[in-house]
């Protein structure tokens, strides 16, 4: 049976940017040293966070050792293919239309980056062919 994946809080989803940067099987440590670092978030904290996510399906630790390899269940690419459907539901009424609008209105797309998304709206439309 396929679980429905969840929108992740802020916190959780970034401690699985770093599993998922990792690239492979990771330990608890190595993911302190780089969430350490860069959230200043202490071990206890990121100790809670691996539960939680273990709990919600989206990574499982295998015992190795002394230590814990973690390693994701859910991929980066079918996380962000449920989030962008969804954020674009609640922010854009499902309209990738209005997205586009709502990036050109606040001058957040270059005009390299509309020729970017008029060469790949083409090449879309070549493939459906």
Avoid at 2 to 16: G, S, T, W, Y
Avoid at 39 to 45: I, N, V
Avoid at 110 to 129: C, F, M, T
Wanted: hydrophobic share 40%; with cysteine; charged share 30%.
């Amino acid at each position: 049976m396929e679980q429905k994946i969840k929108r992740l809080p802020d916190a959780e989803l970034e401690v699985m940017k770093a599993v998922w940067a990792a690239e492979e099987p990771v330990t608890r440590t190595q993911l302190e040293q780089v969430l350490g670092g860069k959230k200043q978030w202490a071990p206890t904290t990121i100790l809670a966070m691996l539960t939680r996510l273990e709990q919600k399906g989206f990574l499982e630790r295998e015992k190795q050792g002394r230590a814990y390899l973690i390693r994701p269940l859910v991929s980066r690419e079918a996380y962000l293919q449920v989030e962008s459907q969804s954020a674009l539901g609640r922010m854009f009424g499902g309209s990738a239309k209005n997205l586009i609008a709502a990036l050109h209105q606040c001058h957040a797309l270059s005009r390299q980056e509309v020729q970017e998304l008029a060469d790949y709206l083409e090449q879309l439309k070549q493939e459906d062919e």
